[in-house]
């Protein structure tokens, strides 16, 4: 009996978006009678929702989405995640007062809400001391955050480093690498997982072999993502990014799930959480692997 695997895929993770083109998933799904259906989501951290009414089984994001379903009671379960990514951080005008990130008291701050850039500012606040109800956060696209921080209309921009136009008149107060890991989670529905193990392995192997090919062709992927993505990145700004982040995945460990908690714990302390949730609870535990990847 076949099977049809559904995969959401978004423009900012470019390990599904390369891995929806090599057809490297759908060779290794049709060894065990499957096939895959790529469904598109235009922002990245409704993929959590898409798991949660079951139009995909499988999806990847940063680190704050699947935080927030398990909040919500989304049955989801991590399968793996990349190595920690140092890229961006906050960011304000170079001829801003604010020098630090305890001066963004009673500041407006963009961001995606929502995204892993939440779990970026919200760690920086409490570092500084200061708690989520002492920012003005706007809910921003990068473009939009881009726009009006050069403006002077908003005061910092939470980004995960496209800075383009502009660069030269914006000033970092903080960088990711200080603050939190930011890795890519590839998560799966709990029940489809646990019922097929043969399938997780699978996608973990091809997302891994994708990653690997990545960082072996840069130029190559780069035309890929320039080309699916839909985004304004060029192929040689996206080239620009494979060489600063690390490909490769690995399956969920004790220190994601250490970072992953204080993150969740961190949300919940500051209200954007409806309820505690233990990060354990949500781990896939078959082994993948991932080294004995073709």
């Known amino acids: 009996m076949t ?49 949660g009414a079951n139009l995909i089984q499988i999806g990847g994001t940063g680190l704050t989405p699947p935080i927030a379903a398990q909040a919500k009671g989304i049955p989801l379960v991590y399968i793996a995640a990349s190595e920690a990514r140092a890229v961006g951080g906050i960011y304000v005008r170079k001829d801003s007062p604010v020098k630090t990130v305890a001066d963004l008291a009673g500041k407006t701050v963009s961001l995606g809400v929502g995204s892993w850039l939440q779990a970026l ?20 696209t990068e473009p939009e955050s881009r726009k009006a921080l050069l403006a002077g209309d908003i005061d910092a921009w939470v980004s995960g480093g496209g800075l ?16 939190v890991s930011n890795p ?76 992953q908690q204080k993150s969740a714990d961190l949300f919940f302390r500051f209200g954007l959480l409806s309820r505690k949730v233990e990060i354990r609870d949500a781990v896939y535990r078959n082994p993948l692997n991932l080294h004995h990847a073709a």
């Open 3 to 51: 099977f049809v695997l559904r995969v959401g895929v978004h423009a900012n993770n470019p390990t599904l978006l390369v891995l929806s083109q090599n057809r490297l998933l759908e060779e290794r799904l049709a060894k065990i009678a499957g096939s895959v259906e790529w469904v598109k989501i235009a922002a990245g951290a409704r993929t959590v929702e898409y798991v």
């Open 121 to 140: 500012l919200a760690t920086a606040l409490d570092q500084a001391g200061l708690t989520w109800k002492d920012i003005v956060p706007l809910d921003l």
């Open 164 to 179: 383009r136009d502009g660069a030269e008149d914006i000033r970092a107060i903080a960088n990711t690498g200080d603050l």
């Open 184 to 259: 890519s989670v590839f998560f799966a529905r709990r029940d489809f997982a646990e019922a097929n193990p043969d399938v997780i392995a699978a996608v973990a192997g091809a997302l891994q072999d994708t990653d690997l090919w990545i960082a072996q062709n840069p130029a190559e992927a780069a035309a890929i993502l320039a080309r699916v993505a839909g985004g304004p990145l060029s192929a040689a700004e996206w080239e620009a990014h494979i060489a600063q982040r690390p490909w490769g995945i690995r399956q969920i460990d004790d220190k994601f799930v250490t970072d």
